[in-house]
């Protein structure tokens, strides 16, 4: 039997798109980034400087988990920048 074969359908293109999110678990963690200096200083001077450390630390960390990269066309969250297909309406993604 030989396999059924489908109209093709139009490709659909869309860009992604990259967004920081304000509210999230990166918020979380850049608010714990500010909080380390100032934690740090009741320990005194060393403390404040691995607090100084520690909070730049957490600051870069929470910048990289707020952002999130969506579909041009349906809006929908990707997994990351390198996703070639969005996995629910199917458009390519291009840069």
Do not use: H
Request: net charge positive; hydrophobic share 45%; glycine share 14%.
């Amino acid at each position: 039997m030989a396999p059924i074969e489908t109209p093709d359908r139009e490709a659909i293109m869309a860009l992604r798109i990259k967004k920081a999110e304000f509210v999230g678990k990166g918020c979380l963690v850049q608010g714990l980034g500010v909080l380390c200096p100032c934690v740090g200083l009741m320990a005194g001077t060393i403390g404040m400087m691995v607090g100084l450390v520690g909070g730049l630390g957490l600051l870069l960390y929470g910048r990289r988990l707020s952002i999130v990269w969506r579909c041009g066309n349906c809006k929908n969250a990707i997994m990351d920048g390198e996703v070639a297909i969005c996995p629910v309406c199917k458009a390519s993604l291009t840069k």
